[in-house]
């Protein structure tokens, strides 16, 4: 079983499927190639929200938050500003032409999820890199966001971050909402 067949057990897609997204539009206006997992989840679920909590980002959201390609710009230019003020830059990003990407925001706390892209590195092995938002701390998670975001659900990423996500539901019902029905559009 994949990590998004696990996932789509545990918190069920919405029943009406989502946009077709141009999967080489999208990889060309990035200028990389994207995680297959990640195609697979945006394909299966849009973008929203899982859990009220982590909002997955996808091409074409309809709004500026919520999109891949606007938030990698937005975020681009945030952490550059931080880093040209002094804030520490991931020992990851030390390596020539290492970027991150972000994929998904954690809800209220400005907290991003990014995969690490490194030169010459196959996209379905990119780590996942999470950054607390108001602060410099970065923690670093094994490749596939499917993955990730199953292990935060279940209460079993080693993370210092989502522990209270699984306190909260537990073995309970998970959701999942587009971005529209969160927002109460």
Not at 87 to 106: H, I, N, S, T
Request: proline residues 9%; hydrophobic residues 40%.
């Amino acid at each position: 079983m994949t990590s998004i067949d696990a996932l789509v057990r545990l918190c069920p897609p919405p029943a009406v499927a989502p946009p077709a997204v141009d999967w080489a539009g999208t990889e060309r206006a990035l200028g990389t190639p994207l995680p297959e997992d990640y195609k697979r989840l945006v394909e299966t679920y849009g973008s929203g929200v899982f859990d009220e909590t982590v909002w997955l980002l996808a091409p074409d959201a309809g709004r500026l938050d919520h999109d891949l390609l606007a938030q990698r710009r937005e975020r681009d230019e945030i952490l550059e500003s931080l880093w040209e003020i002094g804030e520490e830059r991931p020992e990851e990003l030390a390596e020539p032409g290492a970027v991150v990407v972000p994929w998904a925001f954690e809800e209220g706390s400005g907290a991003f999820l990014y995969w690490l892209v490194r030169p010459g590195s196959h996209p379905d092995t990119w780590p996942v890199l999470y950054n607390e938002g108001r602060g410099p701390l970065w923690e670093r998670h094994g490749p596939g966001c499917a993955a990730f975001l199953y292990a935060v659900l279940t209460g079993t990423a080693d993370t210092a971050y989502f522990g209270y996500l699984y306190e909260a539901r537990g073995l309970g019902a998970h959701l999942f909402e587009p971005v529209a029905a969160a927002l109460g559009e």
